[in-house]
């Protein structure tokens, strides 16, 4: 693994994060609970909260960016189903904001212009469809053909039934996307009984470290991040800086701190997510993660030196 150097501005960004500047740097603008598909293990379709207004979120966008976000994802439930979602990618990029859009890639990937997309993978054919619906994995495939020019990255939140998949989701979609990331699964209450132990975790991310290791798949996951999975879980809330994210809630409540304090209390000690995990290598300036950061938050873009 060689790491790309870091300009000595993104370094003095992070250890300003590290040292003192509690503000955010990535804001999750979760912009409706609605969904297309209605996936058994997925808390947010089954919260009823309407949407906002469009002015409304605008106003959001402006308000994240006032308090240090230069990252913006754009989550839901499905977050394309939204009809002025162009409206709110344009403006978060006016503000500077690079832009990164979750969906389940059933919706033309072409239909708006994002700076990346996240295709939420759950495995290869049936293994895919049996947590969402059938048909469900035909559709995102000829999605991602479809649209071989947008950049987008495999997002694939690992459990027990994709977990002995994750050597084909690699091989299948290493050419279909710009790059594959696997997650693990935290254990919602609805979820726990399908989420990987701690020491599961563990074993499987040292799969994906062999994997990273003999294969030339579009991996990006940080070797520093896999390595600490399923280790020091005692320790999780005392090192996650779950406060560099600021997560707006479908009804415009603004909290910096991670998606699982939106739904229920935090198990830090059963929690391996993959965001975070990079975040808190990135903290203790581990190259790697720091990489990882630069390429799904576009940190090695230039106009970010004109930021705040
Ligand atoms: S596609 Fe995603 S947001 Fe929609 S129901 Fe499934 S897991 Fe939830
Ligand atoms: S549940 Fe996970 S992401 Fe949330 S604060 Fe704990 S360790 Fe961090």
Redesign the pocket.
């Given at each position: 693994m060689k790491p790309g150097l870091f300009k000595p501005y993104y370094l003095y960004r992070f250890l300003r994060w590290k040292f003192g500047n509690r503000g955010p740097i990535t804001a999750v603008a979760k912009v409706t609970n609605r969904?297309?598909?209605?996936?058994d293990?997925?808390p947010?379709?089954k919260r009823d909260i309407p949407d906002l207004d469009t002015e409304e979120w605008l106003r959001l966008l402006e308000e994240a960016r006032k308090r240090g976000a230069i990252h913006l994802i754009f989550e839901?439930?499905?977050p394309t189903l939204r009809e002025d979602l162009d409206i709110l990618i344009d403006h978060a990029k006016e503000l500077g904001m690079l832009v990164m859009v979750i969906t389940?890639g059933t919706i033309d990937l072409g239909k708006y212009d994002p700076d990346s997309y996240w295709v939420?993978v759950e495995g290869v054919g049936e293994t895919h469809d049996k947590?969402?619906e059938e048909g469900v994995f035909d559709k995102m495939v000829s999605n991602l053909k479809a649209n071989r020019d947008v950049n987008k990255t495999a997002c694939v939140t690992l459990h027990r039934y994709n977990a002995p998949q994750i050597e084909e989701i690699a091989a299948f979609f290493s050419p279909l996307t710009d790059g594959i990331w696997f997650n693990f699964m935290y254990p919602y209450e609805g979820a726990k009984d399908i989420a990987l132990s701690p020491s599961q975790q563990r074993d499987v991310a040292e799969r994906i470290i062999d994997l990273k290791d003999k294969e030339r798949y579009k991996i990006i996951n940080s070797y520093s991040y896999l390595e600490s999975v399923g280790r020091n879980m005692d320790k999780k809330r005392e090192t996650c800086p779950s406060f560099l994210t600021l997560l707006i809630d479908v009804d415009s409540t603004m909290k910096q701190g991670c998606t699982v304090e939106q739904i229920e209390d935090c198990k830090c000690d059963l929690c391996n997510a993959g965001c975070y995990g990079e975040l808190t290598q990135a903290m203790k300036l581990k190259l790697d993660a720091l990489n990882f950061l630069k390429k799904t938050m576009g940190l090695e873009s230039d106009k970010l030196l004109w930021l705040k």
């Open positions: 969904c297309n598909l209605e996936c293990h997925c947010w379709w839901g439930g499905e389940n939420s947590n969402r």
